[in-house]
């Protein structure tokens, strides 16, 4: 078995399944790989999910819906970096993660690449969004 990694996000509210919905929404070749839900009388609400497996622009993630309140959560230290084929797709990524979100850095030129934004979005994930 060949050795590989992917960023798993654990969330508090059980949004899980929203949040992974409204990504997959945002990027081409994106799918449910797998969900499984908790069940009647496990640890966490029931219907929410325990685990699952998807893919953004054909990169895979992991999420779930913790059973456990932890004293941290998303923090912007670690971010989800998208590089954009072009200005209208970063604009349209920003906009869409901004909904409900902050701007952690405004969309603009800071030197390093052509265009540049950082957004928290509404569920506390960090999204680094550049067009080199």
């Not at 969900?35 to 999910?49: C, Q, V």
């Not at 959560?73 to 590089?83: A, D, E, H, K, R």
Request: aromatic share 14%; proline share 4%; charged share 20%.
């Amino acid at each position: 078995m060949t050795q590989k990694t992917a960023a798993a996000l654990m969330f508090q509210n059980g949004d899980a399944e929203e949040a992974m919905t409204f990504y997959m929404s945002l990027f081409d070749d994106s799918k449910v790989v797998f969900a499984e839900r908790f069940a009647a009388g496990e640890p966490g609400p029931e219907g929410t999910i325990k685990m699952a497996s998807f893919t953004l622009a054909g990169q895979e993630y992991f999420c779930m819906d913790s059973s456990i309140r932890h004293g941290f959560t998303f923090t912007p230290s670690i971010s989800l970096f998208v590089t954009c084929e072009s200005e209208e797709e970063l604009t349209r990524l920003y906009a869409a993660l901004m909904e409900g979100g902050e701007a952690l850095m405004p969309l603009d030129s800071y030197g390093f690449s052509k265009k540049f934004g950082w957004v928290q979005d509404r569920f506390g994930v960090s999204w680094q969004l550049n067009l080199p």
